[in-house]
């Protein structure tokens, strides 16, 4: 099954609906520090693979980071984000994650989102929008 790269104005207005936000820049924000965030968490032919899923602006973010000595668990890695969004909170962060990271697995499809989650340590899943069954 081939996964088309959804136009930046579609992957904008998906981060911006399911985050609910107000303006295209305020999804682009979250959407960014996001990627940046998760960049860093990804190695190898996943990363390349995810970057050519996502728009060009997107790919870029999430490409343009040096990799992290190892990944964030899941509350770590949304503290993260809540201290590089102005005016976030651990909560707002987990709505910010979500919405960013949903849209992130829908574009790139079943397969990626797998073998993406296994680089990454348990309970991200949940931030993914992608929970695995118990």
């Not at 924000?29 to 968490?41: D, P, Q, S, W, Y």
């Not at 996943?46 to 040096?66: G, I, N």
């Not at 890695?77 to 005016?87: M, N």
């Amino acid at each position: 099954m081939e996964v088309m790269t959804p136009a930046w104005d579609t992957f904008l207005e998906r981060v911006r609906e399911r985050g609910e936000y107000a303006s295209d820049q305020e999804a682009e924000r979250c959407a960014r520090v996001v990627l940046a965030l998760l960049g860093t968490h990804l190695v190898g032919s996943e990363r390349a693979e995810l970057a050519q899923r996502l728009p060009d602006p997107m790919a870029h973010v999430l490409l343009d980071t040096a990799p992290a000595a190892e990944p964030l668990a899941p509350d770590a890695f949304l503290s993260a984000v809540a201290a590089w969004i102005e005016g976030a909170t651990a909560q707002t962060a987990r709505w910010d994650v979500g919405a960013v990271l949903s849209v992130v697995a829908d574009a790139a499809g079943p397969e990626l989102t797998r073998r993406v989650l296994v680089q990454l340590p348990p309970g991200y899943d949940l931030l993914f929008g992608r929970p695995e069954p118990a």
